[in-house]
């Protein structure tokens, strides 16, 4: 898909936001919804998408909506930096299938990068079981 595809109401986050698919969530307001990527490239690798804006990537967004994300981004991204002491984080976003986009919902990775572990490979991987992306989860909530 190219950056001006045509927003697919049925993608996975789509389905997540309405609760048609579970998530491991770390924080949800009336515009934007924050959890656990499950294909995640290192601990504590997290998402944070708007729930209303039909985008698909970056250019489709209005800049009301646009402040919702990253005010929340920015939320999270410090409660993942008190919650699991990582050496930095990495914000990541995707605009289009040749630029790495997977899932066609406009959204945001931060990525906790620790100096010991190596990062994953986007979108690469197995899924991993909430039950083991839990705790990890708890540990960024509670600095929320």
């Known amino acids: 898909m190219s950056i001006q595809a045509t927003y697919d109401p049925d993608n996975i986050f789509a389905k997540i936001i309405r609760g048609e698919m579970p998530c ?7 515009n934007v919804l924050a ?7 290192s601990e504590g690798h997290c998402l944070v998408v708007h729930k209303k ?4 990537n970056l250019f489709d967004i209005g ?3 646009l402040n919702a994300l990253t005010i929340v981004m920015q939320k999270i991204g410090q409660a993942v930096a008190d ?5 930095g984080i990495r914000i990541a976003q995707f605009n289009g299938e040749p630029a790495g986009q997977t899932v066609f919902h406009l959204h945001f ?6 100096e ?7 979108a690469s991987g197995g899924p991993v079981d909430g039950a083991i ?6 540990k960024i909530r509670v600095k929320l």
């Open 35 to 41: 959890f656990m990527d499950v294909f995640p490239q």
């Open 116 to 122: 010991r572990s190596k990062l994953g490979r986007h």
């Open 133 to 138: 992306l839990e705790p990890v989860a708890e």
């Open 24 to 30: 491991v969530k770390l924080y949800e307001d009336e």
């Open 63 to 65: 800049a009301d909506d």
């Open 83 to 87: 919650g699991l002491s990582p050496d």
């Open 53 to 56: 804006a039909k985008a698909t």
């Open 109 to 114: 990775h931060i990525i906790p990068v620790y």
